[in-house]
C-alpha cells in the first residue's frame, strides 16, 4: 500500500513539475510546460510547436518565442499577437537599420548622408521602442513563472503540495 501511494505521490509530483519546467532537451530543443517545443531553424529563428494545434509559430528570437509561449500558457490573447507583432517588427528593424547603414556609407553628397543618417536615427529610436516594450512582456513573463515556482497562484495555476 505504501509503495502505491509513493508511485501516487511521484507520479503527481512529476505531473506538476512538467507543468512548470522549461528546459532544453538532448537534442537542444527547448520544452516548455509539456506542451509546446521550440526548434532553432536554419535560417537562425525559432519554431514554436504545441502538441494542441498543428501549425507552427515563427519567432526571430529565442526570448521572444519563450515569453510567447508563457503567455499563451495564460491565454493572454491579446498580448500573444502583440509580442508576435513586436518580434516580426524588431526583425524588419534589424533589415531597414542595416540598409540606410550600407545608404550612409555609398551616399556622396552630404545632404543625402544626412537624410539617411536621420532616418537611421528614427530607425534606432524605433528600434529601441520595440525592445522596451517586449522587455516589458518578458519582465511579466519571468514574474509570472516565479510566481508558479514559489507556489502563488495567478489566473489558471494552483499552488504546488509536496510532502517531499
Known amino acids: 500500500m505504501s509503495n502505491k501511494i509513493n508511485h501516487l505521490l511521484d507520479n503527481k509530483f512529476i505531473s506538476t513539475l512538467q507543468e512548470l519546467i522549461i528546459f532544453k532537451d538532448e537534442i537542444g530543443v527547448y520544452q516548455l510546460f509539456n506542451k509546446y517545443s521550440i526548434t532553432k531553424t536554419k535560417e537562425d529563428s525559432y519554431r514554436i510547436t504545441t502538441n494542441t494545434w498543428a501549425d507552427s509559430k515563427i519567432f526571430f528570437s529565442l526570448k521572444n518565442a519563450v515569453t510567447w509561449c508563457i503567455f499563451d500558457k495564460r491565454n493572454k490573447i491579446c498580448e500573444l499577437n502583440k509580442i508576435e507583432e513586436l518580434d516580426k517588427k524588431l526583425s524588419g528593424m534589424d533589415t531597414i537599420i542595416q540598409q540606410h547603414s550600407n545608404l550612409i556609407k555609398k551616399s556622396k553628397k552630404a545632404e543625402d548622408k544626412l537624410i539617411f543618417l ?34 502563488n497562484t495567478d489566473n489558471n495555476t494552483k499552488k504546488i503540495n509536496t510532502i517531499y
Open 118 to 151: 536621420n532616418k537611421l536615427s528614427e530607425d534606432k529610436i524605433i528600434k529601441k521602442r520595440i525592445l522596451k516594450e517586449l522587455n516589458l512582456y518578458e519582465i511579466e513573463s519571468t514574474a509570472w513563472q516565479m510566481n508558479r515556482f514559489s507556489g
